[in-house]
């Protein structure tokens, strides 16, 4: 089967949270569901995750600015997929649910990437629990990606992009364009080397570009990746802002 993962990321402001005054505690409780049918409507997976929230209450202010994050791997034949996906906060028994439609390609004779993802945030991984199916998890960290929050431009930085490359084998290196558009216009281009393959026969590949570099508007990454005669592409879209909460 092919590689694929599915993705929740909730905001802790969103969920109800309870403070005991007596205790001093917070507490609240969530559940998520994942269920991807294929194209006759059976079930070919199912995830679930259920995890009640308690701590100390003078942490709760900062607690909901965070938000929980969770990441499930499977393997999927080619085909047309629907997932759907359920979040229970079960302290207000509120249900809020999305369904996505998953298009698995056949597997590549050839040179191949995987989507391309605007990273959030990368965070921390134990180096000793071997993960190596989790295509967001690479030698530095573990990739959050951001699900489609605008982004400010407010402190200034930088912002990274994240994608999979999977070189045919034994074919010459393989060759990357990066275009950045806004409105549809090329703004920026680049053609940065691409490493050797790890294990796995993967590159994976960060793009760092500094904040400064982007005006307030829409853009479009194009990712083009070649290896001799063949070549494939992948989009990411993104919106800048000027200041948080714009």
Excluded at 101 to 121: A, D
Excluded at 139 to 159: F, Q, V
């Amino acid at each position: 089967g092919i590689h694929e993962a599915v993705l929740f990321e909730i905001p802790i402001a969103n969920l109800t949270l309870t403070a005991d005054a007596e205790k001093k505690l917070y507490r609240g409780h969530f559940a998520l569901l994942a269920v991807v049918k294929n194209a006759e409507g059976a079930v070919v997976q199912r995830f679930s995750h259920d995890s009640p929230l308690e701590g100390p209450v003078d942490r709760l202010e900062g607690l909901k600015r965070g938000n929980v994050v969770f990441v499930r791997n499977f393997r999927l034949s080619p085909g047309r997929y629907t997932v759907e996906t359920v979040a229970h906060d079960r302290e207000a028994n509120h249900l809020s649910a999305r369904r996505a439609i998953l298009i698995v390609p056949p597997p590549r004779t050839g040179i191949g990437m995987s989507s391309v993802s605007v990273i959030k945030r990368v965070d921390p991984v134990d180096a000793s629990v071997k993960d190596p199916d989790n295509p967001f998890r690479f030698a530095d960290g573990k990739i959050i990606p951001n699900l489609g929050e605008e982004i400010s431009r407010a402190g200034g930085g930088s912002l990274s992009f994240y994608f999979i490359v999977y070189p045919a084998a034994g074919a010459e290196k393989p060759r990357l364009l990066l275009e950045f558009l806004l409105d549809g216009e090329v703004v920026a281009r680049a053609t940065p080397d691409l490493t050797a393959p790890d294990e796995q026969g993967r590159i994976p590949y960060v793009a760092t570009v500094p904040m400064d570099t982007f005006k307030s508007g829409r853009y479009e990454l194009r990712a083009v990746v070649q290896q001799g005669p063949q070549a494939v592409e992948e989009h990411a879209f993104f919106t800048i802002h000027e200041e948080a909460g714009k």
